[in-house]
Structure formats: structure tokens, C-alpha cells
């Protein structure tokens, strides 16, 4: 999602050249606010007023004036075809972009970045919306499709429950429905997912699913959340020395054999369904040992036949037919009736 774009100038010497109309305090306030000198570090109002024993909010005007002087030169004129080139960029993007993601797409270097920003900011064809709750700081050219796409995501939100994962495939589709009426060239995968990408709320985890970013099935932080995935991508009971296997490969962070287990035992997310295998509650097994499930199965269906029992354990458990058989006979807990069927004791 965030391939180099080859441009056909050198931004420093752009805003070299704009720079070149004003004043000396005037270019340095500029070049120090952006961070275009030799450090890219960009500093602050307050930082520039200390520097030159002056208010914030007159260095704020400083600035202001010097962007003024900039649009109203013939340096600015002559800049118009690489302004040009930059919106194009923009449109090819999907006509809005999340700021880091469009700087990353056009530089890779953070000095070049820092100009290329500067260009946006200078150019009058470009629209910044401030990050808030609900976007990050992100880049138009067309604020009619900047205010749909904006829209559609704020719905594809409210449909979304807490902690459901959505395939990305899926996500896209669903995305579509809410965009039905905008331009077709762009309708295609990687647009759908910058513009994804501009939400705070909406975010993949590392196997490609969707959901609300405040998930823990999204923005995964420790071995039990990063398990459920790998379990929930397994799509059936899996041995815990393969979760352990599957958190390095997917996620890559350490996962020792014994850790994975310990965490698996203790989280009521995971039943264990067999020796060493896990499978998720929420599949519907049932919890607790094999004598446990017996007990729930006949709370549940009544006095059963010793193969029909069998049947239902074997649903949901991975263990032997004898090991059932065995608990079967315990009579603390279980018992025959006249008809030859069990129940419990």
C-alpha cells in the first residue's frame, strides 16, 4: 500500500525556489516550521518565537504572510505543471489519502517528505483535514468525494459488533454498497484499502482481518489474544505446540511451547477438546473434562443409550471411545436404568 512513486522534479529544489521570494526571517521561519534546512526536525511556534524573542502568535503570522508571498510570486506561477503532477498523484491514489501514507508514497526519506509536505501545504489545490477521533490527518483535491468516502466508513462502522472480524474481501464488498454512485475507476482493491486506512476506528490485525481497532481480535496484545486468532484462522481444534508455531510465524514474537499452553488453560476462550487440542468456546464446545460433558450431555437430552452418549461426546471431544466408557462406569456419577440407558447418579 505504499509503493515509491517516481516524481519527475526533486522537491527540495522546488521549495528552494519558492523559498527564494522571501524575506530572511521570513524563509527561516518557514524552513524551521516545516523542517526544511539541514535538520528535519520541524519545531514548534513557541520554539521559533523564543528564538527570535517574539510571540507565537506573530510567528504564526510570519508564517501566514510568507505562504501569502509565495502564491502571489512568479516562482509560484512557474510551479503550477508540479503541482499539477502532485494532484494527479492524489487522484491515482484515490483522490484522498492519509498524510503519512501519501509522504510515504512519494519519498522515503523524511527530509524529502518534509518538502513534499511543504508543496502540499503551499499549493492552493490541496485540502488537509486535521486528525481527529474519527481520521487520521489526511489529503483531497475533491472534497465531495473526500466528505462520501469519509461518510461510508463512519457507517461501515456503526455495523460493525465490537469484536467481529470481517474478511477483507468482505470489508471491501461492504464498502462498495455504501459508494455505489462514485466514479468507477475508483473501484478496485488497493484504493479501498487507503482509504480504509485514513479511519482511527476500522484497522486488519496481522492476518488480514477487519474490525474496530479498540478489538483485541484486531489490535492483538499478548499470547491469549494472539492464540485466539491463530485458533480462529485454524478454523478447528489445533494442538497447542502448533498455536505456538502459528503466533511466530503470523505475528513474529516468541512463542514458547509451554507459555502458549499455560495461557491457553487459563482462558475461558479456549476449551480443550482432546490431549493438547484446543478449539474456541465460542464453536460451542463444551467446557470441563470428559466426565463433565457426560453429565451436561444427559442433564440436557435425559437418559441416553451407552452409543448414542459416545456419539455425543465424540462431538465434543478428540479422545478414545474406551476413555468415555470408563467414566461411564463411575457410579459416584452415573448410572443404568431398567432400559439399559444412563443418567446421572
Known amino acids: 500500500m505504499s509503493e515509491k512513486i ?38 514548534t511556534l513557541d520554539a521559533i518565537g523564543k528564538k527570535y524573542g517574539i510571540t507565537r502568535e506573530r510567528v504564526r503570522q510570519i508564517e501566514n504572510h510568507s505562504l501569502i508571498a509565495i502564491r502571489k510570486s512568479k516562482e509560484y506561477k512557474e510551479t503550477q505543471p508540479i503541482f499539477t503532477e502532485i494532484k ?82 468482505d470489508l471491501i464488498n461492504s464498502f462498495l454498497e455504501e459508494v455505489k454512485d462514485i466514479n468507477e475507476k475508483y473501484k478496485n482493491e488497493e484504493v479501498i484499502k487507503r482509504w480504509l486506512a485514513i479511519s482511527h476506528k476500522i484497522d486488519k490485525n496481522p492476518l488480514g482481518e477487519w474490525g474496530k481497532t479498540n478489538s483485541p481480535n484486531v489490535n492483538a496484545k499478548g499470547m491469549r489474544d494472539y492464540a485466539f486468532l491463530v485458533i480462529r484462522k485454524h478454523g478447528s481444534p489445533i494442538h497447542f505446540k502448533e498455536v505456538a508455531k502459528a503466533i511466530s510465524q503470523y505475528f513474529d514474537k516468541k512463542a514458547h511451547v509451554a507459555t502458549t499452553h499455560n495461557e491457553l488453560i487459563k482462558d475461558p476462550r479456549f476449551v480443550l477438546v482432546g490431549r493438547g487440542l484446543y478449539a474456541l468456546a465460542e464453536w460451542g464446545y463444551m467446557s470441563g473434562v470428559v466426565k463433565d460433558v457426560i453429565k451436561k450431555i444427559l442433564d440436557k437430552e435425559g437418559p441416553l443409550t451407552k452409543d448414542k452418549i459416545i456419539e455425543k461426546v465424540l462431538k465434543e471431544r478428540y479422545v478414545k471411545e474406551n476413555t468415555i466408557m470408563v467414566n461411564l462406569q463411575n457410579s459416584k456419577y452415573f448410572k443404568k436404568d431398567k432400559e439399559g440407558k444412563y443418567q446421572n447418579a
Open 88 to 169: 494527479e498523484v492524489i487522484l491515482a491514489l484515490g483522490g484522498i489519502v492519509s498524510e503519512k501514507d501519501l509522504l510515504k508514497h512519494l519519498s522515503k526519506d523524511i527530509s524529502a517528505q518534509n518538502h513534499v509536505n511543504f508543496l502540499l501545504v503551499v499549493g492552493e489545490e490541496f485540502k488537509r483535514e486535521k486528525e481527529d477521533e474519527e481520521f487520521k490527518h489526511r489529503w483531497h483535491v475533491d472534497a465531495e468525494l473526500s466528505k462520501k468516502i469519509q461518510g461510508a466508513i463512519k457507517k461501515l462502522y456503526s455495523k460493525l459488533s465490537d469484536d467481529e472480524l470481517v474478511l477483507e474481501g
Open 6 to 43: 517516481n516524481l519527475s522534479f526533486k522537491p527540495k529544489q522546488v521549495t528552494k525556489k519558492l523559498l527564494s521570494v522571501l524575506t530572511k526571517r521570513g524563509k527561516d521561519v518557514i524552513e524551521s516550521r516545516y523542517g526544511l534546512g539541514p535538520k528535519s526536525t520541524r519545531m
